[in-house]
Each structure stands twice: as structure tokens, then as C-alpha cells.
């Protein structure tokens, strides 16, 4: 009970510091930043609904992303409608998508899925690289100046920034009902032995392609709202691989398969990100992803539960010993 | 007859595929452990025969040995450092320990060498050849046929010698294996060795014909997936004939498609093998 409500009154906190940031800082520098943040934390948030919670590591969300992307700009380009009226499509694409990959890898267990993400996403990538109507290698652009309203361009950045933060409160939301819910105990019997959790009747299949399909739907409205600020989209920027990479990197780091270690993984790289940024000189050079590289790396040798992991053992030395669920989570 | 030269050229860089995916399928089906770095590996190859050529003018008998040799400490170095440890882990930690290697090698490559695409100067292996009205690079001709041979080789150790019968032990039971007095710990390591050295050799082999740069890693490592998934998991025969096969697809897709298509070709088949045969064309259920 009394941890509890220790932990609503941490969201609660979190959540009135991220609604009074801009008007605390209010430059445009500090806005652009936070909104960094809560798209990436959005993401990685909605990545672990599938590779946290359900354990089926994806490293092709880019696809998602990419569609969430590309469909507001389309339906611009062909019909003049406003990008925003793209983002229902590009759920619906990426929902097609997620049950293409997933009705044949989760047949079985083990890397299937891994690699056929990678795989589909890169085909995909590649195939829109080379199709005119998609802008090809050069991309598509929204309106340079709105028409109105629903065009949702703004001068200052303040009004995304609710925005994204809007939606990481939808996906945070969320992923806590999945938690109590009977899919997320579902989800979280078949990471640990998806033989014992077949056995005991779990309806195996059926879970991972529905967490595949929220998870899903999630990133695809995060890259719709990612096209309609930007107002611009190319292959690399909206089905790179670094796009994936981002997420798996954000949620791992925090904690995958945690409530708040998307959260706590944005809030460590995306500051940190920008500060080797500015000091190694832009995104140019090949240094952040060779930190990227190496902090996975690190992560999944010696934390592989995430910093949040961490924080928890730490915090475990000075309390009364617990039952660990640190063995439990590696006996798995 | 050009068709046949397209045909010819196919089978040779096939055969260099099935060298370098035979390595992936062994660890794959010894410790059912994807190395999502092995394509980042071939990559290795490639810059180490550029550095030998590069610094000491080596020549291909140089340059091939050196390259396998680099890369079989890089498996080992590996293996000791991260995967020992990972395979203990949960699984989210296993795909991304390999999966953070691919993008440290990758862009650490690309810090050093650039992004540029190089290719090596002309080394002894050069000309070509006219057979039976078809000409074939005479590089083209020995890389794919060293591989080819190599890969043979690969599939004798495995079942004619003693360490090769130890290692495939553990690769089906480790559990016996080790009543039995072997060290899986030891076979695991040799595995690593054999599939990060034969990596070396067919980057080395392709680095005589092609032109390279870092992010080639990417292109091979998916690759040497398809390759694997068609010819079933574990298995160097299977990696053999799938990967001619898939240097056939890939040079008849190019002729016929023109060359963006190449890679497009191959991953679409790929994704339509998941689809219908998940445990790969070959393999068992």
C-alpha cells in the first residue's frame, strides 16, 4: 500500500514536471529537446509493449514508425488533406504489417521474429528508396505553410510538445492496464518459458500478436506525429534502422519489459545525446551510434535488466532482504 | 551466352555466400544463438586484406591468412568477453549483445575508414579468362572457388575428425557431451573461432572483386540469414547449395530487374520462406 501510493505520487510528479517544463524553460532550444524526449521515451514505451512485457525483441520497428510517417505526408500529397488525417491510415497499415510478420514467426520460438523484422524492414526501406510515388530516395514533404487549423503547423514548438507528451500518456497508460490485465500476465508467463505457459493454457500465438499489434499501432501514431511536425520524411529518416535502434536502445537502457524504464531511458540518452551532439559535431559523424553500439553492448552484458535493475538492487542493499526477483528473471 | 556468363558469375559469388553463412549456421545450430554481428565480421575481412594491401603491399597468399587469423581472435575475443556471459541471460540480452556489437563494428569502421566505398588495387590475381566463350574474371574465379572449397573442408572437420564429431556432440546434446568428457565450453569457443574466421576468408575473397564500405556488413549479415534460413539451421551442406542458389536469384534478378533489385529479390523470398516454411527449406521441423 504504502508503495503504492509512494508510486503514484512519483508519476504524479513526473507528470505536473513534464506539463510545467516549457514554461519553466520556455526557450525554443529547451522545447525542441523535450520534445525529443517524449517521442522518444513514446516510442520506446510502445516498442516495450512487445519487446519488454512479451520478450519478442524487435529490432524493425522502424516499419511502424515509417508508416506512421509516411501516410500523413501521402495523403497530402495525393489529396491535399490535412497530414494529421494520415495517422488512422498509417495504423492501418501498420496493423496490416504487424500480423504479415507476426501470423508466421510466432509459430515459433526464439529469433524468427528478431530477424524477420530486421528483414521486412529493410525490404521495405528498399522498396520505398525506389518508389517515385513515395519521393524515393528523396522523400515527402507536408505544407510548407498551413491552410488552416487541422494542418497543425505552428510557429513555436510548445504545441507538439503537448502533443507528444499526450501520446506518451496514452501508451504509459497503456502499458500500466496491460499490467494488471489478464494479457499482460499472459505476456509475462510466456517471456519467462513459453513451453510452461502453452501447457498451462495460454492461448501463446494469440497474445504476441495482439501485443505486436498495440505496440504497433502506437509507434505508427507516434511517426504520424513525428511527420506532422517535421513536415518532411525520407527513407533513412523514417524506416532507418537507427530508428529501431533508437527504441530498443531507450527502453533497454531504463529497463525493458518496466512501466517506467522507457521513461527513465529517454531521460538519461536523449540529454546526452544532445550534449554529444553539440560537442562531437552533429549527427554527421559515426560517434553517437559507436556509443550506441557500445551501450547496448555494455547493457546487454552486464545489466541486462536495465538500469531500473539497478536502481532497484541498490535500493534492496539498505532495505530488509526481499524475495529476489532478479533470480526468478534470469532463470528464465 | 551472356546468360551463362550472368549464370557463372552468380555461382562464384554464391559460393562465397555459403563460405561465410556456413559460419553463422554452425553457431546457430550448436548454440540456437543468432550473431546479429557476423555480417559486421565479413566487413572485418574486408578492412583487414585493405590494411595488409594498404601498408605492406601484402598479395592475396598474404593478406587471405592474415584476414582469417584476425578474425578468428576477434570470434574468440567474443566469445570470451560477451557471449559466454549473454548465453546465461535472458534472450532480450542475447539478441542485443550482438546486436550492439553489429553497430559498434559497423561505425567504428566507418569512424576509421569512412564511409567512402574503396576497393583494392589490382593484386596478382588478375585477367580473365575465356572458357568455353564465356569470360570469367579470373579473381571472381578463384575466390569463388577457394570458398567453395573451403566450405567442403568446413563440412569434413565437422564429420571426419575428431573435434569436429566432439563439437557437433555438443551441438546435439550438451548435456551427454559433457558425460562423455567433453568440454562444450571449449567447442563453443572453437565454433566462434571456425565461424568468425571463415567470415575473414570470404570478406578477404569478396574485397579482391568487389568494392566495399562499413555498411556492407549489413547487406551480408541479412544475407547469410536468408542463406541459413533456406538451407535449415546447423546445417553446412544445406548452407552450400542455398547459397549458390541465392547468388543465382541474385545475379538472374540484377540481369533481369537491373541491379537495385537485387537485394530487394532476395529479401522477398526470404520473408516468403518465413511465410511458408519457417523452419527453412531444408531444415526440420
Known sequence: MRNASRAAFGWLALAAGAIVYPLVLPGAFYIDVGTTLLLAAATAAAWNIIGGYAGQVSV?????????????????KLWQWPPIAGLPFGIVVSLVLAVLVGMPTFRLQGHYFSMATIAVAELIRLVVATAEPLGAAIGLQGPAVGRGVWDLTFRS???????????????????????????????????????????????????????????????????????????????ESGLGILVSVQMIIVAALGGAGT???????????????????????????????????????????????????????????FAKPAPSSEQSRHAA | MILLQVIVGGLLLGAIYALFSSGLTLIWGMMN???????????????????????????????????ALALVAVGLLVYFGVIRSVMRGPMLAQILSTFGLALLLRYLAFWIFSANFVSLPPTALRGTLRIGGILIDVPQLVGGTTAAALTIAMHLFL??????????????????????????????????????????????????????????????????????????FGSVPGALIAGLLIGLIQALSAFYLGPIYKDIAVYALFIAVLWVRPQGLMGKA
Not at chain 1, 500476465?185 to 513451453?195: K, M, N, P, T, W
Request: proline residues 5%; glycine residues 12%; hydrophobic residues 55%.
Open chain 1, 60 to 76: 524493425g520497428h522502424a516499419m511502424f514508425f515509417g508508416a506512421g510517417a509516411y501516410l500523413p505526408l501521402l495523403v497530402y
Open chain 1, 157 to 235: 514548438g510548445l504545441p507538439y510538445y503537448y502533443l507528444f507528451l499526450a501520446l506518451l500518456a496514452m501508451v504509459l497508460a497503456t502499458s500500466w492496464w496491460l499490467q494488471r490485465s489478464r494479457l499482460g500476465f499472459y505476456l509475462r508467463s510466456l517471456r519467462a518459458s513459453e513451453r510452461a505457459a502453452r501447457s498451462l493454457g495460454v492461448p501463446v500465438r494469440r497474445c504476441k500478436l495482439l501485443a505486436l499489434m498495440l505496440s504497433a499501432a502506437f509507434t505508427s501514431a507516434a511517426g504520424s506525429l513525428y511527420a506532422v511536425k517535421t513536415g518532411f520524411v525520407d527513407p
Open chain 1, 259 to 317: 512501466l517506467f524504464g522507457p521513461v527513465l531511458g529517454a531521460l538519461i540518452l536523449i540529454p546526452l545525446q544532445t550534449l554529444t551532439n553539440t560537442y562531437f559535431g552533429g549527427e554527421g559523424s559515426g560517434l553517437t551510434y559507436i556509443l550506441y553500439g557500445g551501450a547496448i553492448l555494455l547493457i546487454a552484458r552486464f545489466e541486462p535488466g536495465g538500469l531500473l535493475d539497478l536502481v532497484y538492487r541498490a535500493r534492496g542493499l
Open chain 2, 33 to 67: 544463438f543468432i550473431n546479429f554481428a557476423h555480417g559486421e565480421f565479413v566487413m572485418l575481412g574486408m578492412y583487414a586484406a585493405f590494411v595488409m594491401v594498404l601498408w605492406f603491399h601484402a598479395g592475396p597468399l598474404a593478406f587471405i591468412p592474415v584476414a
Open chain 2, 159 to 232: 564429420t571426419r575428425t575428431r573435434a569436429g564429431s566432439q563439437l557437433l556432440a555438443v551441438a546435439e546434446d550438451r548435456a551427454a557431451a559433457m558425460l562423455m568428457g567433453i568440454r562444450p565450453d571449449r567447442m563453443q569457443a572453437l565454433a566462434w573461432a571456425i565461424a568468425a574466421g571463415s567470415a575473414g576468408i570470404a570478406g578477404a575473397l569478396i574485397a579482391i572483386t568487389y568494392p566495399f564500405s562499413p555498411s556492407i556488413g549489413e547487406v551480408f549479415g541479412l544475407t547469410a540469414f536468408v542463406v541459413v534460413t533456406f538451407g535449415g
